[in-house]
């Protein structure tokens, strides 16, 4: 499909806080769990967006650290439908050169989910063309204190020295270790807040908050947000331009 816009600008890196699926079912008499089904339909079309535009890495929040507190039947069958969409989607995946990543401690997933789960990672590992990210009972403030701990060990062992850890050092420790920081982070729903969400990854993204829910969130949709995007101006702290100095 022809690209609806140009991008004025690179984007190497979405992420995607994907909510509202339970309100989605919920508008339409169903039961909230066919809103996360239908949400993993989303996920391989928005990779496919950004696969037009040459967005190499995509980051989609599909289950915190604080979804436990959630109805064990709605955990149940998120997972399933997380278990249906890698055995789904895993040879399109595969003929993409996608490779898959998971950011967060898989160690607690369902012993099905997680075998499928690292098989996907496994099968995919060696592909170069893009990344898909899918944040697994991943929460920002464990990432970081798992790679304060991790150099903590390294500083104990003499592996590292006190001195030479910098922000560098901090990022080699996190989940994304080698990808690029995010440049534009989505939020569908309408809900203005980034939830705990790859907060080191997101320090310099331009948020773009949708009212859409995220079962609703298609082509038109994201382009929306790339549009929204393209009238940014990117400064990461400084000025436009020398007159700006005076």
Known sequence: MKNEITLNKPIKHVAIIMDGNGRWAKKRGLPRTLGHKE?????????????DYDIKVVSFYAFSTEN??????????????????FKREIDKIMKDGTRIIVSGDISKLPPKTRKTTEEAIEKTKNNKNYVMNICLNY????????????IAEEVKEGKLAL????????????????????D???????????????????????????????????????????????????????????????
């Open 39 to 51: 949400a993993c339909n989303r996920i391989v079309e928005i990779f496919d967006y950004c696969v």
């Open 68 to 85: 436990w507190k959630r109805p064990k039947s709605e955990i149940k069958f998120l997972f399933q439908y997380l278990e249906i969409f």
């Open 139 to 150: 929460g920002g403030k464990e990432e970081l204190t798992r790679a304060a701990k991790l």
């Open 163 to 182: 001195e030479d850890i910098n922000e560098q050092v901090m990022e080699n420790h996190l989940y994304t270790a080698g990808l690029p920081n995010v």
């Open 184 to 246: 534009l982070m989505i939020r569908t729903s309408g809900e203005v807040r980034t939830s705990n969400f790859l907060p080191w990854q997101i320090a310099y993204a331009e948020y773009v908050f949708t009212p859409v829910l995220f079962p609703d969130f298609k082509r038109k949709e994201f382009v929306d947000c790339l549009i929204e995007f393209n009238k940014r101006n990117r400064r990461y702290g400084g000025l436009d331009n020398e007159k700006d100095n005076k």
